[in-house]
C-alpha cells in the first residue's frame, strides 16, 4: 500500500487549499481513511477520518466548519478541503490508510501513512 499526498503550500490567513492523497490498495473502497496533522515541534494530532462509504466523517474540534474530507473510491483518492485557513493550522499533513471501514481517531489503529506535505498559512 501507498499513499501520495499532493496539494500543500503557503496560503494566506482566511485562504484555501485542498489536499489530495492517491491511494495504491486493492481494499481502498472498504477501507477507513483519516488526516493527521503534525505542526513544528509538536506532536502529530488527528485532523479528520472519513468511513469507506463516505456516509461517516468524523472531525477535530479545531477544524468543524472550515475543513471538508471527501474520497472519490473510483479514483483511489481522499481529499481535505480547507476554508478559513488561520496560522495555527500550520504543519504538514498527512493522510492515513487503516483496515476496516469504520473512522478512527487513534493513529495506532493506521496501517500506512502518506509521506506529508506542508501546509503553511501566513499572517
Known amino acids: 500500500v501507498q499513499l501520495q499526498a499532493s496539494g500543500g503550500g503557503l496560503v494566506q490567513a482566511g485562504g484555501s487549499a485542498k489536499l489530495s492523497c492517491v491511494v495504491s490498495?486493492?481494499?481502498?473502497?472498504?477501507?477507513?481513511m483519516g488526516w493527521f496533522r503534525q505542526p513544528l515541534g509538536k506532536e502529530r494530532e488527528f485532523v479528520a477520518s472519513?468511513?469507506?462509504?463516505?456516509?461517516?466523517?468524523d472531525y477535530a474540534h479545531s477544524v468543524i466548519g472550515r475543513f471538508t474530507v471527501s474520497r472519490d473510491n473510483a479514483k483511489n483518492t481522499v481529499y481535505l478541503e480547507m476554508n478559513s485557513l488561520k496560522p495555527e493550522d500550520t504543519a504538514v499533513y498527512y493522510c492515513?490508510?487503516?483496515?476496516?471501514?469504520?473512522?478512527?481517531?487513534?493513529?495506532?489503529?493506521?496501517?500506512?501513512w502518506g509521506q506529508g506535505t506542508q501546509v503553511t498559512v501566513s499572517s
Open positions: 492515513a490508510f487503516k483496515y476496516g471501514a469504520s473512522t478512527q481517531r487513534t493513529q495506532s489503529t493506521y496501517a500506512y
Open positions: 490498495a486493492p481494499t481502498f473502497s472498504s477501507s477507513g
Open positions: 472519513i468511513s469507506a462509504s463516505g456516509g461517516v466523517i
